[in-house]
T-cell receptor, first 109, second 116 residues
């Protein structure tokens, strides 16, 4: 069973059309949940870390929130340059991190 | 500039060859990781190392080997035993302190390996 699930797999938005990406996880003992942005052919770029339910982090048009079993990445008034794959990762007890398969976001001018 | 470098950016391997991917970091991070990324799949852990001269297998270690002789370097060898090595390989590092604020992993630019 997948420990981290991201939805939707792909999302197409018009420029300025706000939406949310979801990351849900099934294992207890969360030590941290992480959001990354990945452009084609490049390594993931760190965006946010969330540690406890109710926590929120913001950066420009992006806002990440965390509940007990899921996280949302809200994108407000997106621009074409926000087009990328957004990855979610979780760190439970131990030293391993588990990644979702990502959401591919396309923002159309 | 502090960061993680990977080389080469592109690598081609013939059948039966071993190849080594380089990963270097100057962030003074203790922990280093190797992941494999395939289309439609999440990043999968190959090996990780928390300290010099020590490393652990991840979920897909078969056909790979690593060494950690220096804190800054964590090279990955893809051996001929790895039957489907064509993929995008990512190296990451993070501080390994016990403080909760040191959890983030930071990634290198990746190496794309293709089997000819």
């Amino acid at each position: 069973e997948d420990q981290v699930t991201q939805s939707p797999e792909a999302l197409r938005l018009q420029e300025g059309e706000s939406s949310s990406l979801n990351c849900s996880y099934t294992v207890s003992g969360l030590r941290g949940l992480f959001w990354y942005r990945q452009d084609p052919g490049k390594g993931p770029e760190f965006l946010f870390t969330l540690y406890s339910a109710g926590e929120e982090k913001e950066k420009e048009r992006l806002k990440a929130t965390l509940t007990k079993k899921e996280s949302f990445l809200h994108i407000t008034a997106p621009k074409p340059e926000d087009s990328a794959t957004y990855l979610c990762a979780v760190h439970f007890t131990g030293n391993q991190f588990y990644f979702g398969t990502g959401t591919s976001l396309t923002v159309i001018p | 500039d502090g960061g993680i470098t990977q080389s080469p950016k592109y690598l081609f391997r013939k059948e039966g060859q071993n190849v080594t991917l380089s990963c270097e970091q100057n962030l003074n991070h203790d922990a280093m990781y190797w992941y494999r990324q395939d289309p439609g799949q999440g990043l999968r852990l190959i090996y990780y190392s928390q300290i010099v001269n020590d490393f652990q297998k991840g979920d897909i270690a078969e056909g790979y080997s690593v060494s950690r002789e220096k804190k800054e370097s964590f090279p990955l060898t893809v051996t001929s035993a790895q039957k489907n090595p064509t993929a995008f390989y990512l190296c990451a590092s993070r501080p390994a302190g016990v403080s909760i604020s040191y959890n983030e992993q930071f990634f290198g630019p990746g190496t794309r390996l293709t089997v000819l």
